[in-house]
């Protein structure tokens, strides 16, 4: 299996932040690797594909980057809306598997 | 707008099976450019993978479920559904089903079910 970790497990900012997220993978996945948003009681919602891709619709504060085993996400001058919890996830293997998730919350 | 709703028991009883369906619309699910796939998330835990199939049936399990876990899809229904054997309280989650965009360097799941929570119990 392909383990991600994620860093921090948790994350207090305040509004207008910038944050970032990292993401390591214990092999190399290239760019085999996407970001989720995930508010309480719902589905996770795409944010960043292929490693720094921006999905249809998301607001260009949010980026990703990286290849190989190290990944970030960030997000510039944080809103309201964007505290929820993030799931980095990689593609590269046919067992596809997931971060342990980092929670954003207010400070 | 493509969507997707997860359907069945929210209650199964431990040594039983688990069937879930997900039935999709606004879309096709026999698109060459997807796979359709099941993810859990246990209460207040991550996402894990369960599997996924594609429209001609091929499919693929996660190694730790395998051998309780059958997906199947039926393409004149516009469905594709889960079933996971003889069940414990550890399957206890929230079940969601989505589609995985599958091409050349992009395989992501953009389009989400809303999950349904299915408690194993007696």
């Known amino acids: 299996d392909i383990q991600m970790t994620q860093s921090p497990s948790s994350l207090s900012a305040s509004v207008g932040d910038r944050v970032t997220i990292t993401c390591r993978a214990s092999?190399?996945?290239?760019?085999?690797l996407n970001w989720y948003q995930q508010k309480p009681g719902k589905a996770p919602k795409l944010l960043i594909y292929t490693a720094s891709s921006l999905q249809s619709g998301v607001p260009s504060r949010f980026s990703g980057s990286g290849s190989g085993t190290d990944f970030t996400l960030t997000i510039n001058s944080l809103q309201r809306e964007d505290f929820a919890t993030y799931y980095c996830q990689q593609s590269y293997s046919t067992l596809i598997t997931f971060g342990q998730g980092t929670r954003l919350e207010i400070k | 707008q493509l969507q997707l709703q997860e359907s069945g028991p929210g209650l199964v009883k431990p040594s039983e099976t688990l069937s879930l369906t997900c039935t999709v619309s606004g879309g096709s699910i026999s698109s060459s450019s997807y796979y359709w796939g099941w993810i859990r998330q246990s209460p207040g835990k991550g996402l894990e993978w369960i599997g996924s199939i594609y429209h001609s049936g091929s499919n693929y399990y996660n190694p730790s479920l395998k051998s309780r876990v059958t997906v199947s899809v039926d393409t004149s229904k516009n469905h594709f559904s889960l079933k996971l054997s003889s069940v414990t309280a550890a399957d206890t989650a929230v079940y969601y089903c989505a589609r995985r965009y599958t091409a050349i360097l992009q395989y992501y799941f953009d389009y989400w079910g809303q999950g349904t929570l299915v408690t194993v119990s007696s």
């Open positions: 092999q190399s996945i290239s760019t085999y």
